[in-house]
């Protein structure tokens, strides 16, 4: 009966991926499907999917950071923003690109990844309609700048903070051994989309001159309403910096700002919360119990542990090994419950042998972080970014997204691969 399960889960996981790609049915459908037939079958119970797979903590940030965005966004300060950006680069959209990029891969490493892009995006559409420019390279770009960027601290990216829990690594420890190649990373990227999107990338000139005679401050029409939620959104960036130190989880900071946003400026819960990305909502949730059931029959185990046979011990061979298969496993499903599940391994695997498991962990690290640029369901912010344009009546297809984006994640893990053997092993 083991064995049954155990290909069945992977046959059920297959089939809900292969309709995700195919894009005939919402892929919030085909995921909440998936998941549910996991517990019909019995591979997991309901009652473990809510207390064990669901990652509420994801999915009450998200839901937190989306009424903060959908009540700052009346105050009309995203305009402002787009404005202030096309003046700073003349309009000219191979400088926009970049500097979007690089603002969002900052913004990604001192928050996290979710946080940044439901911030940008929405300046970044803003600036695309003015521009009457396809928005399509600045979000795919936005996408992969936050996972590099998120890759790079302790609090940008949820198996960061988990791999530095486990493993005692402090921030300074991340931002010291990842930073310098996270940065390297992100250069090529820009510069690699820069290339590919060279022909979209052209904006007409009366279009550019009209955008640079706009005043950024004519764009705030609700002043008192841009103060309230400047203060709130300033309150809960420092919350996310210090919910280790008081020991809550980013979800709880995040609906606490969300509450207090609401309270102080009486918006109409009704109205805001017609704004959520409920389809992304629900898409994660079905994902998590897609993968609970992976998890449940001894899937994701057993890939773990025919990881760490393969290097017999040896650190190098490891460190590799995991970065290449945390990558190409991060594409394809959640880095959360992989992250958690290799940790353990890696732990005993250091005990038996001995071996320094400290080059390990920022393979494992850069691996299922930068492996999230594979696909469209790859990472979170995918996911949140592709919920949002849709909204907006931009299509980013799982083909589409993938055939840029799972190159240029390859490129990544090459020089991530490069990077980790000369600086520790060379």
Known sequence: MHDIAFYASILIFTLTYVLIIWEKFHRMVVAMTGGIVMMLLGFLSQETALKDDIDFNTLGLLIGMMILVTITRRSGVFEAVAIWSAHVTKGHPFRLLALLSGITASASALLDNVTTVLLIVPVTLTLTDKLQINPLPFLISEILASNIGGTATLIGDPPNIMIGSAAGLSFNAFAYHLAPICILILLVTIA?????????????????LSVLQLNYQDAIHDQALLKKSLFVLALTILGFTLHGFFHLESATVALAGAMLL????????????????WPTIFFFTGLFVLVGGLKATGVIKAIAYWALALTQGQVMETSLLVLWLSAIASAFIDNIPFVATMIPMLQEMGQLSGMNLEPVWWSLALGACLGGNGTLIGASANVVVAGIAEKNGIAITFRGFFKLAFPLMLVSIVLSHIYVYFRYFF
């Not at 609401?262 to 990305?277: C, D, G, Q, T, V």
Request: hydrophobic share 45%; charged share 40%; net charge negative.
């Open 262 to 277: 609401l309270l102080i400026s009486k918006a109409e819960p009704e109205e805001i919360l017609l704004h959520i990305e």
């Open 192 to 208: 690699l989309l820069l290339f590919f999107y060279r022909k979209d990338l052209q904006v007409e000139e009366e279009d550019r």
